[in-house]
């Protein structure tokens, strides 16, 4: 009996060491993963901020850029806060972490949403036709970017450096994040007005002289032309784009000409850096998501540019059959 008391008490004993070893490699395991999850969540966050202060710099200080240059950057600004977002969308969820990556993926969708509308809207902003429009368009965006900085601030940041710290992860606290400067002037068209008058070869409130004008001329699909109430088949394991040829019907030369596809509650964007007066250019653009199959109605549009007094030949609306 006392041979066998003896077993059963080292036996007992060994799986109690097996136990507390099995949780401290999964209390290990744990915390790396919120490490890991805090990383990388800092370094999308340091690239956010990267992104916002040349952004809000270059509407400072736009020096020599020309309006097409400029509105290269600006949407080279918003390609990286979309990407970011995807980011975002992308990480897991450990521990305790599903509540503040839920409303940090709201703040990035707010933010991407805000810089995607400022970009659409920039190169009227530039010009005189519908300038005003636009200037409290982007005003309004930067409420958007403002929202998203709150809830990064007051929501984010707090819950996930909370529980960091309840798991005894004191060094990984992730950074401040705020878009737009402090202050509230950019919430003012007015002053969303004057730095946009400081670009060189925007109208600044001067009449746009001269023809301006596009054309939707040409859109494929997977290379197969599309045409206004004939449906199109389009295979999607091939993976979707749809290029779409415009063409400058105007005696000026147009540039940052935003063109966009709508599918199935999607909206995807490209942007033609310029167009000379008469010439033809085209933008591809891959449908991303990926489209459901069935029979689905795509709108293609084309934005007109500063001048353009009639825009009837800038959107066709196409069925297509993604199979």
Not at 103 to 120: D, G, P, Q
Request: aromatic fraction near 4%; hydrophobic fraction near 40%; charge should be negative.
């Amino acid at each position: 009996m006392l041979r066998r008391g003896l077993a059963l008490g080292a036996a007992l004993v060994v799986l109690i060491v097996i136990v507390l070893g099995v949780k401290g490699c999964l209390d290990a395991r744990a915390n790396r993963e919120l490490s890991d999850y805090a990383r990388n969540v800092t370094q999308i966050v340091e690239e956010t901020q990267q992104t916002s202060e040349a952004f809000f710099e270059r509407l400072e200080e736009p020096g020599d850029l020309s309006a097409s240059d400029f509105v290269d950057a600006v949407e080279a600004d918003r390609s990286a806060v979309d990407n970011q977002a995807a980011r975002i969308d992308g990480l897991g969820t450990p521990g305790d972490m599903s509540q503040p990556q839920s409303t940090l993926e709201l703040v990035y969708r707010l933010r991407s949403k805000a810089m995607n509308a400022i970009a659409s809207n920039l190169s009227k902003a530039l010009g005189d036709a519908g300038a005003e429009k636009a200037n409290e368009a982007i005003a309004r965006q930067m409420q958007t970017l403002v929202a998203s900085d709150v809830l990064y601030e007051q929501i984010v940041r707090p819950e996930i450096n909370t529980v960091l710290t309840d798991n005894g992860i004191d060094d990984s606290d992730v950074p401040k994040s705020t878009f737009v400067p402090e202050g509230t002037k950019w919430l003012d068209p007015a002053t969303v007005e004057s730095a946009l008058a400081g670009v060189t070869g925007s109208s600044g409130g001067a009449p746009t002289t001269g023809v301006h004008g596009l054309g939707l001329v040409i859109a494929t699909i997977n290379g197969n032309e599309l045409a206004e109430g004939v449906p199109v088949s389009a295979a999607v394991a091939e993976g979707v784009e749809v290029e779409v040829q415009v063409q400058n019907q105007g005696d000026s030369e147009e540039s940052g000409i935003n063109v966009s596809v709508e599918y199935q509650g999607n909206t995807v964007k490209g942007t033609i850096a310029k167009i000379d007066a008469g010439e033809t250019e085209s933008v591809t653009i891959p449908l991303t998501p990926t489209p459901k199959q069935g029979t689905t109605e795509l709108t293609v549009k084309v934005d007109t540019v500063p001048g353009e007094q009639v825009s009837e030949n800038n959107e066709a609306t196409y069925s297509v059959v993604f199979e």
